[in-house]
């Protein structure tokens, strides 16, 4: 080899050399930096994917404490489903808690049945009551205000008699479960 390159001229060694430099330097890029760079590349975007759900990730974990409050505040409302007849029975037990505690007298309670509407089942019940208006208005406020999912759905009140100052109120009274 040394023969044929001592035989070129300066010129032409030169030209040699440096096409010899080029056919190197091409030779590292195909066989070691691209494979290199290639791996770097994948990495880079593997990282910034990574980086990406990390992100998602710590706004779920921020907002976890807005949640956890969020789901104590409407704990109370949750309970395991039961059984239709002792959802009414619970609803009944309700009802003349209610009653007592804002002295209401009650004439008649009757289970009025069960409503499906998608998800949500309505449990009814008629109700028969006697009190001074103010009394009645408060166990109706009771009603909707109760840790158990209640709503006066419909009522009718009017005096109990003509010179009486009690009245009587017919009310439906729906307890909403979501099974």
């Given at each position: 080899?040394?023969?044929?390159?001592?035989?070129?001229?300066?010129?032409?060694?030169?030209?040699?050399?440096?096409?010899?430099?080029?056919?190197?330097?091409?030779?590292?890029?195909?066989?070691?930096?691209?494979?290199?760079?290639?791996k770097?590349?994948?990495?880079?975007?593997?990282?910034?994917?990574?980086?990406?759900?990390?992100?998602?990730?710590?706004?779920?974990?921020?907002?976890?404490?807005?949640?956890?409050?969020?789901?104590?505040?409407?704990?109370?409302y949750?309970a395991?489903?039961?059984?239709?007849?002792?959802?009414?029975?619970?609803?009944?037990?309700?009802?003349?808690?209610?009653?007592?505690?804002?002295?209401?007298?009650?004439?008649?309670?009757?289970?009025?049945?069960?409503?499906?509407?998608?998800?949500?089942?309505?449990?009814?019940?008629?109700?028969?009551?006697?009190?001074?208006?103010?009394?009645?208005?408060?166990?109706?406020?009771?009603?909707?205000d109760?840790?158990?999912?209640?709503?006066?759905?419909?009522?009718?009140?009017?005096?109990?008699?003509?010179?009486?100052?009690?009245?009587?109120?017919?009310?439906?009274?729906?307890?909403?479960?979501?099974?």
């Amino acid at each position: 080899m040394q023969n044929i390159i001592s035989r070129f001229s300066k010129r032409e060694k030169a030209v040699f050399f440096a096409a010899l430099i080029f056919v190197s330097f091409s030779f590292l890029d195909r066989v070691i930096l691209s494979p290199i760079l290639k791996k770097m590349d994948l990495y880079s975007q593997e990282i910034k994917a990574t980086e990406y759900d990390m992100m998602k990730n710590s706004k779920i974990l921020q907002q976890r404490a807005r949640i956890e409050a969020e789901e104590k505040k409407y704990a109370e409302y949750a309970a395991i489903a039961q059984t239709n007849e002792e959802e009414t029975a619970t609803l009944l037990r309700e009802i003349e808690r209610l009653a007592t505690r804002s002295s209401v007298y009650l004439n008649d309670l009757k289970p009025s049945g069960i409503q499906e509407e998608g998800l949500v089942k309505k449990f009814r019940v008629n109700v028969s009551c006697e009190g001074d208006m103010g009394k009645i208005i408060l166990f109706m406020h009771y009603i909707e205000d109760s840790h158990v999912i209640m709503q006066v759905s419909a009522f009718d009140m009017g005096p109990k008699s003509t010179q009486s100052k009690i009245n009587r109120c017919e009310l439906l009274i729906s307890k909403i479960v979501i099974p």
